[in-house]
């Protein structure tokens, strides 16, 4: 039996912090049950000290996610650990994720500490957060960057000071592949006590090279990678989980390891990620791209008809990717309806059939055939948990190559509906003025993208746009239809109301 290597999944943390992405606790809990389906090993839940949302989510995952060990995030002081544990402490397996910098260009220019400072504040923080918990991990930041017998020195005295795992960033993505897989082995080889503790590696792809970097350590000896779905985080992002599992599956001769992952729910978790986050995968990208096993050469196709394995080295349905065929029309029920949503993987509530049927039904009768896609699409869509301050009632749009575009809009808010109308740059400018009028809050649009989610001219558009709060922070909102601008409207709708829900509470009513 191989030996196995554990998957970390950072996204709700470093991912969480790639630029314009903000998650509120309840799309975060989301995003952790399905990393729990997924069988990840860690979920890091989030940097409890860095803000009460920050600290509100990493308690609610930690309250309810099982099965899995969830860590939070805290800086080499009393404070940052102290907060992480409160916030960890109702886990089932609450793991302390302490963290210091051992380059010495951190230590110069961020820290002003000299060596000897930071390994006794590593110690410290270690020994205080093994007065909480066992499982105790500690990252060594810029560790690629850093004098390799003075991190040897640190990760020697963390590990007797009680770390169960320790951690090698290589935090500004410099590393190159077998440069990483060398130090991880002289990490392996001065380091007294580390076969008695996991050795961890965290890549950043700045250099398009964290997950080659990350397989090159497992050759190594690292027995646990941290990365994210998609590869978000950070400036260009952490090493793509999807693609470290698949690799480490698909060439098993190669790496000789194990992964507890359930591959099949691989491409669910990309899709929710990619919603909640609104940051889109590229069409090309491995594992989970559109394209990722989409044949265009008329050569290849006729290959993979008659044996697939001629142009596919994995199997499609391995990472959950739905067979796009055409499974249910407007005469179909709600008993269909849901058992397709089980055969896709999707275990919704009640309350969430419910309004996941309303919208097929509505989408049945606008479009023939509802595909897979489609279908997941919806359940997306529906799933979201922000309840509405906001709905749209109706809309009525005004436009042309020689008209002033113009809108009028009815929003339904506590129980009534409130018309406005304006005048804008193009249909979806007026959509939104109009709609600021009756919000009466002020909000800059970042980002709109639009995508069908299915081919033919009846494809649904899925709409997510980005905007910013008068306190600079960022929400997404998405919506799906097969009006684009029934779609952009709804989108937006959808993050002012993520706006209010924030700032007020479910319950407040409209403002305007
Ligand atoms: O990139 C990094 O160094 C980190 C550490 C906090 C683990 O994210
Ligand atoms: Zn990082």
Not at 289 to 299: C, D, Q, V, Y
């Amino acid at each position: 039996m191989s030996e196995r290597v554990y998957i970390f999944d950072t996204t709700l943390r470093d991912g969480e912090q790639s630029p314009g992405v903000s998650l509120n606790v309840n799309e975060k809990l989301q995003i952790a049950r399905q990393l729990a389906r997924l069988r990840v090993d860690v979920i890091e839940a989030g940097f409890p000290y860095t803000s009460p949302g920050d600290f509100k989510a990493v308690q609610a995952v930690a309250r309810e996610v099982r099965g899995v060990t969830v860590a939070g995030l805290a800086r080499s002081n009393f404070a940052d650990i102290d907060a992480a544990w409160n916030a960890l402490k109702e886990a089932e397996q609450p793991r302390i994720h302490v963290f210091i910098a051992t380059s010495d260009i951190h230590l110069k220019y961020k820290l002003r500490k000299d060596r000897e400072q930071v390994l006794e504040a590593a110690v410290a923080a270690v020994k205080h957060a093994k007065k909480y918990t066992s499982d105790v991990e500690f990252s060594a930041e810029d560790a690629s960057r850093s004098d390799l017998d003075y991190l040897c020195r640190v990760l020697a005295a963390v590990i007797a000071a009680g770390a169960t795992v320790v951690n090698i960033p290589d935090t500004v993505g410099y590393a190159t592949p077998a440069e990483f897989g060398n130090f991880i082995r002289a990490i392996r080889e001065k380091t007294p006590g580390i076969e008695k503790v996991v050795l961890s590696v965290h890549c950043h792809d700045d250099l398009g090279l964290a997950v080659a970097n990350s397989l090159s350590a497992v050759l190594n000896g690292a027995t646990q990678v941290e990365g994210t779905i998609n590869g978000i985080g950070e400036r260009a992002g952490n090493a793509a989980l999807e693609e470290v599992i698949m690799a480490l599956h698909t060439r098993r001769d190669i790496y000789g390891k194990t992964v507890g992952v359930v591959t099949e729910e691989i491409y669910r978790t990309s899709r929710l990620v990619s919603t909640l986050t609104g940051m889109p995968v590229q069409y090309n990208k491995a594992v989970v791209g559109k394209n990722a096993f989409a044949h265009e050469s008329g050569i290849h196709q006729d290959g993979v008809l008659k044996e697939r394995t001629t142009y596919e080295i994995m199997n499609p349905t391995m990472v959950g990717i739905p067979v796009s065929s055409l499974v249910l029309g407007k005469h179909s029920g709600r008993h269909a309806f849901r058992q397709r949503l089980i055969e896709l993987g999707y275990d919704l509530s009640e309350e969430e059939l419910n309004k996941a049927f309303i919208r097929f039904k509505e989408l049945a009768d606008r479009k023939k055939t509802i595909t897979d896609e489609d279908l997941q699409a919806i359940v997306e869509g529906e799933i979201r948990q922000t309840p509405p301050t906001f709905e749209l009632e109706y809309m009525h749009i005004l436009s042309g190559t020689t008209v002033v575009p113009s809108a009028t809009v009815g929003l339904v808010t506590g129980g009534e509906v409130i018309e406005e109308a304006a005048c804008g740059d193009g249909p979806v400018d007026a959509i939104y003025r109009a709609v600021d009028k009756i919000t009466g809050i002020r909000v800059t649009l970042v980002s709109y993208a639009l995508d069908a989610v299915t081919g033919g001219k009846d494809a649904l558009g899925s709409v997510t746009v980005k905007v910013q709060d008068e306190r600079g922070k960022i929400f997404t909102g998405r919506d799906i239809s097969t009006d684009v601008l029934e779609a952009s409207a709804r989108a937006y709708i959808d993050a002012i109301n993520k706006i209010f829900h924030e700032m007020n509470g479910p319950s407040m009513q409209n403002r305007g």
